[in-house]
Nanobody
Framework: QVQLVESGGGLVQPGGSLRLSCAAS????????MGWYRQAPGKERELVAT???????NYADSVKGRFTISRDNAQNTVYLQMNSLKPEDTAVYYC????????????????WGQGTQVTVSS
């Protein structure tokens, strides 16, 4: 079983930056793809970005050019650098891991973190 702990959320002004981290522990040997999802109040959970163990990335159109996903395989950690934040980025952000080499469907991710709140407001 994999445990995921996110950190780095908070309150930031529009145009600001935040960096989220997610550390995996437990049975990490089977981790392949890692990803970030988010859920805003009253909305469904949506994909933000994913990354394969080899570093291939995939982004939602709404965050392309502003967010960067990366990972440290030795530390079983995935990061999300968020720049030029907008009020519409406000949501609870969740990290997730998959045993699949490539995953962009929430159903492919077997383990999820507890979420970290990101609020973009002036």
């Amino acid at each position: 079983q994999v445990q995921l702990v996110e950190s780095g959320g908070g309150l930031v002004q529009p145009g600001g930056s935040l960096r989220l981290s997610c550390a995996a522990s437990g049975t990490t040997l089977g981790i392949n793809a890692m990803g970030w999802y988010r859920q805003a109040p009253g909305k469904e959970r949506e994909l933000v970005a994913t990354i394969t163990s080899g570093g291939i990335t995939n982004y939602a159109d709404s965050v392309k050019g502003r967010f960067t996903i990366s990972r440290d395989n030795a530390q079983n950690t995935v990061y999300l650098q968020m720049n030029s934040l907008k009020p519409e980025d406000t949501a609870v952000y969740y990290c997730a891991v998959s045993s699949y080499a490539y995953a962009d469907n929430a159903a492919d991710f077997a383990s999820w973190g507890q979420g970290t709140q990101v609020t973009v407001s002036s």
